[in-house]
Each structure stands twice: as structure tokens, then as C-alpha cells.
């Protein structure tokens, strides 16, 4: 079975720009959910997705967006785009909204300049 | 507020030897803790996850160990190879809890030859 995919691996920005940033859950799996990496605050979580409908969100500002398709595919946007917004952004997946169990994609290596 | 403390920040161990690293949460409400391992260039891995009804688990050479009242967990990997150098991340989580997965800032560790 394939992992969880996401698309485009690495990006560069300029500030201000907005970003688009593609997922793909491991077949089957109907929960996405995104995080943020960064070296000085780690891992932090942005936003679940379930049936389409976003279900739990993290402390982030509404720059940041997403949305589920009904395939599960997932998007996430980030408008404005700020030096800070520089990271590694992580895909996980998992089978239903209440399993723990989440699958991390490779992540897209977001640069803005 | 820091919800998960993670330490050491960084390991250094012998080939052979034991690696351990360890947790302390504050939310008496999180039910799942898994340990993730991230080679650089990938995306998080899962190791070994504990629910608070179990003391210990153990997988492999990976063991961890689960003190509900302390509120602290551990991670030991017994003879520790140069191919386990990773990060490795502890993190908590809750049903009907607002982030899916709450991660603590991570510890590298690298085992010398």
C-alpha cells in the first residue's frame, strides 16, 4: 500500500506570495491532518480534516487554510506568505477521526524570501 | 504552555549501548503516546505508542516505559546501532481533544561506531 504523498517536495516563495500544498493519504485513510516543523518550535499542529469538513484546528492564524476533496486529498494554503512561514510542512494520515495512529508523508520544504 | 517536555535535547551513545529518552506531560486527560523516529529528509515515523492502562511496551529493541502518576514516559532502545541516529519525538494526544497530536521539541541522537 502507498504512504501518504504530498506534492510539491520543496518550494520557494517570496513574501507575499501564497502557497498551495497538495496531500494524499494512504488509500483508505479518511483523516488528514497538517503540521508545521520548524527547528525552534518543532512540531505543531495546524488543522484535521474528515469528510471534507475541518474538525480540529491548531493556533495558527487564518493565513493558513485547508480543505478535504472527497477522495480524502487534501490541499493546504497559506496567503501572505511571511519570512516566518518558512518550514517544513508534514501530511499525516490516519483511518477514521478518532484513531490515533496517524502516517506522516515526506513533507514540502516551504522557502520564502 | 509547553504541553509535552522532552529531554535531552540531543544523545550521544556508544554502538551497543542504551539510548533513553524521556517525557512529562501535564494534561491527565491524554490517552495515547506514541514515539515517532525522523531521519533527515523524511517525514516522522511511528516506533511505539503506549495507552496509560499498560506500565510498559515493548517492541523489538524498543521499550517504553509509562509512570501515570509521575505523568512521565520513556523511551529506552536497548543496543543501540549507528543506523537508529535519528530524532526521535515523544507525543501525546486525546480523544476530543482540539490538536490531533501534541509533540515534544524532539531529542537527536546519534549512536557513534
Known amino acids: 500500500k502507498a504512504g501518504v504523498t504530498q506534492t510539491p517536495r520543496y518550494l520557494i516563495k517570496t513574501r507575499g506570495q501564497q502557497v498551495t500544498l497538495s496531500c494524499s493519504p494512504i488509500?483508505?485513510?479518511?483523516?488528514v491532518s497538517w503540521y508545521q516543523q520548524t527547528p525552534g518550535q518543532g512540531l505543531q499542529f495546524l488543522f484535521e480534516?474528515?469528510?471534507?469538513?475541518?474538525?480540529n484546528k491548531g493556533n495558527f492564524p487564518g493565513r493558513f487554510s485547508g480543505r478535504q476533496f472527497s477522495n480524502s486529498r487534501s490541499e493546504m494554503n497559506v496567503s501572505t506568505l511571511e519570512l516566518g512561514d518558512s518550514a517544513l510542512y508534514l501530511c499525516?494520515?490516519?483511518?477514521?477521526?478518532?484513531?490515533?495512529?496517524?502516517?506522516f508523508g515526506p513533507g514540502t520544504r516551504l522557502t520564502v524570501l | 504552555q509547553q504541553q509535552v517536555k522532552q529531554s535531552p535535547q540531543s544523545l550521544i551513545v556508544q554502538k551497543g549501548g542504551i539510548s533513553i529518552i524521556n517525557c512529562a506531560y501535564e494534561?491527565?486527560?491524554?490517552?495515547?503516546f506514541p514515539w515517532y523516529q525522523q531521519f533527515p529528509g523524511k517525514g516522522p515515523a511511528l516506533l511505539i505508542a503506549?495507552?496509560?492502562?499498560?506500565s510498559e511496551k515493548k517492541e523489538g529493541r524498543f521499550t517504553i516505559s509509562f509512570n501515570k502518576s509521575a505523568k512521565q514516559f520513556s523511551l529506552h532502545i536497548m543496543d543501540s546501532q549507528p543506523g537508529d541516529s535519528a530524532t526521535y519525538f515523544c507525543?501525546?494526544?486525546?480523544?476530543?481533544?482540539?490538536?490531533?497530536?501534541?509533540f515534544g521539541k524532539g531529542t537527536k541522537l546519534t549512536v557513534n561506531p
Open positions: 499525516a494520515s490516519s483511518f477514521a477521526l478518532e484513531a490515533d495512529t496517524q502516517y
Open positions: 488509500s483508505g485513510h479518511r483523516s
Open positions: 480534516y474528515f469528510s471534507e469538513t475541518q474538525r
Open positions: 494534561n491527565t486527560a491524554f490517552d495515547y
Open positions: 503506549i495507552r496509560p492502562d499498560v
Open positions: 507525543a501525546a494526544s486525546m480523544q476530543g481533544g482540539s490538536e490531533k497530536l501534541v
